[in-house]
């Protein structure tokens, strides 16, 4: 399965909840059997961890630990370096290989 968003990239999301539409962030993981991505600074989950102690002897830190959740692929759109807008991606193919160019200002982003 092809995606055009790629570990690393700037992105905005554009639908979703209410505090984290129009926000961007650096995409961290991308799951491509669910068609998901992972956003620096969206999507917080908190998740309650229990104190557990291991075969070694060390204690996991209990609380309160805070992580992104995936969101899905079609809620984010990649934002072009060059005219720092979101946009839309295509590919444009020639003798070194395949690239994936704005549809808005025609530049290369990789």
Do not use: W, Y
């Amino acid at each position: 399965m092809k995606v055009k968003i790629r570990k690393g990239d700037t992105v905005e999301v554009i639908s979703g909840r209410l505090e984290d539409k129009g926000k961007r962030g650096e995409v961290i993981n991308v799951i491509l059997e669910d068609r998901r991505v992972v956003v620096q600074g969206v999507n917080i989950r908190t998740k309650h961890q229990k104190q557990v102690q291991t075969r070694a002897g060390r204690n996991m830190n209990p609380g309160r630990v805070q992580f992104e959740g995936p969101i899905d692929i079609s809620n984010v759109m990649l934002v072009c370096p060059k005219c720092n807008e979101a946009t839309r991606v295509g590919v444009q193919r020639d003798d070194e290989g395949a690239h994936r160019v704005c549809k808005n200002c025609e530049a290369t982003i990789d």
